[in-house]
């Protein structure tokens, strides 16, 4: 599992080259999520939410400057996102249970992850030989 001090120097920048610094956002465009408002989430998902996503949005779960910039996946946004994507996807495909959508991409792209331990798989729902469904596109969250 990538660490959440891993993630956040990543998202901070890569010092290899002083003149070229590789940084996502400065310190101060990454603000994460109180743990009242992860379990607010929480609370919405209705169930234990794993521990890597948890991690996540402690770190830059309100704001995160060029990080995934045109997704929504900021709190409270989230919230309404996972309710939304659940009722339009519901209408094509049967959703494992329980399932939480975590991000939308302009409406197209649905990303979601089950409870599935502290990191989970994360999946999409797709269109396959004419059937939807869903199909995994990461080993991890």
């Known amino acids: ?52 996503y948890k991690d996540f949005m402690r770190i830059a779960g309100k704001k995160s400057e060029q990080f995934l910039r045109d997704c929504e996946f900021h709190y409270p946004i989230v919230i309404r996102t996972n309710q939304r994507c659940k009722e339009f996807c519901a209408k094509f495909i049967t959703l494992p249970n329980p399932c939480f959508f975590f991000l939308d991409y302009i409406g197209v792209t649905e990303l ?4 599935e331990g502290d990191d989970p798989p994360v999946y999409k729902p797709v269109v396959v030989n004419g059937t939807d469904t869903y199909v995994q596109c990461g080993t991890s969250f």
């Open 1 to 52: 599992m990538f660490g959440s001090a891993e993630f956040k120097s990543q998202l901070l920048g890569i010092r290899i080259n002083p003149k070229f610094p590789l940084a996502i956002c400065d310190e101060e465009e990454l603000i994460g999520c109180s743990e009242e408002e992860i379990l607010e989430i929480e609370q919405s998902a209705e169930f234990t939410l794993p521990k890597a």
């Open 112 to 115: 979601f992850f089950s409870n």
